[in-house]
């Protein structure tokens, strides 16, 4: 069974950082994906930025540039600096781990980015 286990988030105004992590518990073995997507209302779940295995990262185009991902090499963990957020960014943000080459995905639980204006 896998778990991923989601810290960070919360509520912060315009122009300012947050930082989301997240962990992978479980018989996790081979090449993987791991990130984050965000879900904002009345809107489809988006990825944000993601790191694979072998430290490769994938960024939306509107997130680049202002926020980072970082992986640390061999472990199922991540991070992701979020600087000078928008209130475009306020969504539910989720930890996605993509195993067998995406075949299958596990998901966090959410949680919630608010940027004021």
């Known amino acids: 069974q896998v778990q991923l286990a989601e810290s960070g988030g919360g509520l912060v105004q315009a122009g300012g950082s947050l930082r989301l992590s997240c962990a992978a518990s479980?018989?996790?073995?081979?090449?993987?994906?791991m990130g984050w997507y965000r879900q904002a209302p009345g809107k489809q779940r988006e990825l944000v930025a993601s790191m694979t295995t072998n430290l490769v990262a994938t960024y939306a185009d509107s997130v680049k540039g202002r926020f980072t991902i970082f992986r640390e090499d061999g472990k199922n963990t991540v991070s992701l600096q979020m600087n000078n957020l928008e209130s475009e960014d306020t969504a539910v943000y989720y930890c996605n781990l993509a195993v067998n080459w995406g075949r299958y995905h596990y998901w966090g639980q959410g949680t919630q980015v608010t940027v004021s204006s």
């Open positions: 479980g018989s996790i073995t081979g090449f993987n994906d």
